[in-house]
């Protein structure tokens, strides 16, 4: 892992921010005492949420059977992912990526200034969230030395449970530096492309996190992680949680390809015409199924034709890991697909209430929050929020409520409270993100997915193996992980 280059990353980062989109200054002479918080933030901001909205959020839907592929006219369609033919090369991009963003928050936070309390807060809390999926996705990795740039290229790997400590005390401190931020401190303007400088959000955000991390522990067997997630649960209720999705656009437009939300550029180009992607991307029968009310304790969802194309009045699919497919399937819908300057979801209000229905369930401290004291009336709040954000209304949810509402492992009395809400996620984080789902799978064994045909194991893996620029890079650190061992051995908190 090595971060000699930091300024080159730069450049890319800043490429999709509308106010740097025309930026001619050669980047490899930048100075760095130029490369100011404002500057660096919409950039990293942004480069991250590409990693998400797209590599991360396609082996998720790809995993979580929402998506699979034209298998009529695309041949070995997603074969390594059916298949879990994992490697070093698998989705590399996840850790690439995301480190290389998390470095320019670091940066952030290293920079000589006592003016910028609120930019590092932000950045504090951006590396927290991107750092989480680091340890979902790999376990162990490098934190405490990861971003000493020249200082360390080959930077020691830190245990994963001890890592989830520090972000939660990380996003502590700046929430705090929030509130000790003066009138001498910057204000973020601009350089804030989520909440455009509205501290109160980012504090409600920084909650929700905080929220995340506790939960993502919540299964755990060991009495002391048990023990933190209660009391830190305790300290959070009555907190303030954000309302809204927290989205993100750096002025996202059709000019070129690149100003794309980079979701949209999956399927659309800038003048609107599909791309290959959009043709080889179907529904999977498993959906299909269980979005057409025909599969067991499932009812019809109107969110089938916003999350799908559909054919006939509805959606059709694939088997994953089948050769041949119905004559025509569902491609991925209007409601995820809208236009080339969407805003891009961060963190959905969707996500958000299942996780405040959860935390309440646990009754391990958590009593409520600044809206909900009960767990159903946030679980119904998160059904209704993933229908108006694909474009259906209140009342469509509240009929889809009254129809689910008793049928097992769906519906919040239908006796399982929680394989209820994961399921409800999962279709909530459909398209959006679906790499939540995955690790939330991982974490408490729901939904029940099927494995495709010819997948050749009978369960996915806890993890991913590590990527081959580690290998290469910081090969004396990073820990001996084989293949069979990612298939048994999850992060701290599944095992």
């Not at 660096?40 to 839907?61: E, F, I, K, W, Y």
């Not at 020249?150 to 705090?176: C, F, G, M, N, R």
């Not at 993502?216 to 649960?233: C, E, F, H, K, M």
């Amino acid at each position: 892992m090595k971060f000699k280059i930091f300024v080159a990353l730069l450049a890319l980062n800043l490429v999709s921010c509308d106010n740097y989109l025309d930026i001619n200054e050669d980047p490899n002479n930048l100075n760095i005492s130029e490369v100011t918080p404002a500057l660096l933030l919409p950039g990293a901001m942004t480069s991250a949420h590409s990693v998400q909205s797209r590599t991360m959020n396609q082996l998720g839907n790809i995993w979580m059977q929402n998506w699979g592929a034209d298998v009529n006219n695309f041949t070995q369609a997603n074969s390594d992912e059916y298949r879990l033919q994992l490697s070093n090369s698998f989705y590399s991009g996840i850790w690439d990526g995301l480190y290389r963003s998390m470095a320019n928050f670091a940066l952030i936070n290293k920079y000589n200034s006592t003016n910028h309390d609120n930019h590092k807060a932000v950045a504090l809390i951006m590396k927290a969230y991107y750092m989480q999926y680091v340890v979902d996705l790999y376990g162990d990795a490098p934190y405490s030395q990861a971003f000493l740039l020249a200082e360390d290229t080959t930077p020691a790997y830190d245990d994963d449970k001890v890592i989830y400590a520090t972000l939660i005390s990380e996003v502590d401190s700046a929430i705090q530096m929030f509130y000790d931020a003066d009138a001498n401190d910057e204000a973020l303007g601009d350089s804030d492309v989520m909440f455009n400088g509205n501290l109160n959000q980012w504090i409600r955000f920084a909650n929700t996190l905080k929220l995340r991390l506790l939960l993502r522990q919540s299964d755990s067997t060991d009495p002391a992680i048990q023990a933190n997630v209660a009391a830190g649960l305790t300290a959070l209720s009555g907190a303030m949680f954000l309302e809204e999705n927290a989205t993100i656009n750096p002025g996202y437009n059709t000019g070129t390809a690149a100003q794309l939300n980079p979701f949209y550029s999956l399927f659309k180009s800038a003048a609107g015409a599909d791309t290959q992607y959009n043709g080889y991307t179907r529904a999977t029968d498993h959906i299909a199924s269980f979005l057409n009310g025909t599969a067991p304790d499932s009812v019809l969802d109107l969110r089938r034709g916003r999350l799908y194309t559909l054919i006939g009045g509805a959606v059709s699919g694939a088997v994953q890991g089948d050769l041949v497919g119905p004559a025509e399937m569902s491609g991925v819908g209007p409601g995820l697909i809208k236009t080339g300057d969407q805003d891009g979801i961060v963190l959905s209000l969707a996500e958000i209430n299942f996780m405040i229905s959860e935390a309440i369930d646990l009754g391990v401290g958590f009593t409520g929050s600044n809206l909900y004291t009960d767990a159903a009336t946030p679980f119904y709040a998160g059904i209704e929020a993933s229908f108006i954000t694909l474009g259906l209304t209140s009342a469509q949810a509240g009929a889809y409520i009254g129809s689910s509402d008793t049928v097992p492992g769906l519906g919040y009395n239908g006796g399982n409270i929680k394989q209820a809400i994961m399921t409800q996620k999962w279709i909530a984080t459909n398209g959006i993100n679906a790499i939540e789902s995955y690790i939330d799978m991982n974490r408490t064994g729901y939904p029940v997915i099927p494995m495709a045909t010819n997948s050749l194991y009978p369960t996915r893996p806890l993890r991913l193996l590590y990527p081959t620029s580690e290998l290469v890079a910081n090969s004396a650190n990073v820990p001996s992980v084989g293949l069979s061992q990612i298939f048994v051995q999850g992060p701290f908190w599944k095992n």
